[in-house]
T-cell receptor, first 113, second 111 residues
Framework: GENVEQHPSTLSVQEGDSAVIKCTYSDSASNYFPWYKQELGKRPQLIIDIRSNVGEKKDQRIAVTLNKTAKHFSLHITETQPEDSAVYFC????????????FGKGTRLHILP | DAGITQSPRHKVTETGTPVTLRCHQTENHRYMYWYRQDPGHGLRLIHYSYGVKDTDKGEVSDGYSVSRSKTEDFLLTLESATSSQTSVYFCAITSDPGELFFGEGSRLTVL
């Protein structure tokens, strides 16, 4: 079955700098890669996703890149702000009818003042 | 927010007792999932459902069972709770394989 590895587990960056979180997956049939943000005490919420027919997607300060050959994808946050402090999860799925959505272990991002 | 509620939100129980967590949705979504969240392990899939009476195991299904007799309800049962099942449990729903909408979570403590 699918296995998703996520690095680093903890990341601290200065406010205004960029943050990058990386994930690898094992199932070459996976074609949908979402990222979720979980603030302290809250539920996870989708912030961006990418499908395998594109290599990059941007939404304001957030971007995701995908390398299907290497089976890895990354989340990039530019001009980080205090409200970006949270735990971020990557996930992978084949989007088949009976599919599982498997998550990485998460990255705790600290934005330092 | 998607119409998804979990109950109970908090529960403390003793080892060996049965526990049932309920996930209820008002969105008529086909897919429902149960995850557990533990420090250092992220979100791990327990069981999921892709339709009424259609369920399958996830990554950590041992000690858990599920039932889905109607679209809106997905029940997670711990037949005999153990301390290792102390966790925060999240239900999630989606209409097609894609964006998951999570419930607020149920915190279970097994003493």
């Amino acid at each position: 079955g699918e296995n998703v590895e996520q690095h680093p587990s903890t990341l601290s960056v200065q406010e205004g700098d960029s943050a990058v979180i990386k994930c690898t997956y094992s199932d070459s049939a996976s074609n949908y890669f979402p990222w979720y943000k979980q603030e302290l005490g809250k539920r996870p919420q989708l912030i961006i996703d990418i499908r395998s027919n594109v290599g990059e997607k941007k939404d304001q300060r957030i971007a995701v890149t995908l390398n299907k050959t290497a089976k890895h994808f990354s989340l990039h946050i530019t001009e980080t702000q205090p409200e970006d402090s949270a735990v971020y999860f990557c996930a992978a799925s084949t989007m088949n009818r009976d599919d599982k959505i498997i998550f990485g272990k998460g990255t705790r991002l600290h934005i330092l003042p | 927010d998607a119409g998804i509620t979990q109950s109970p939100r908090h529960k403390v129980t003793e080892t060996g007792t049965p526990v049932t967590l309920r996930c209820h949705q008002t969105e008529n979504h086909r897919y429902m999932y149960w995850y557990r969240q533990d420090p250092g392990h992220g979100l791990r899939l327990i069981h999921y459902s892709y339709g009424v009476k259609d369920t399958d195991k996830g990554e950590v299904s041992d000690g858990y069972s599920v039932s889905r007799s109607k679209t809106e309800d997905f029940l997670l049962t711990l037949e005999s709770a153990t301390s290792s099942q102390t966790s925060v449990y999240f239900c999630a729903i989606t209409s097609d394989p894609g964006e998951l909408f999570f419930g607020e979570g149920s915190r279970l403590t097994v003493l």
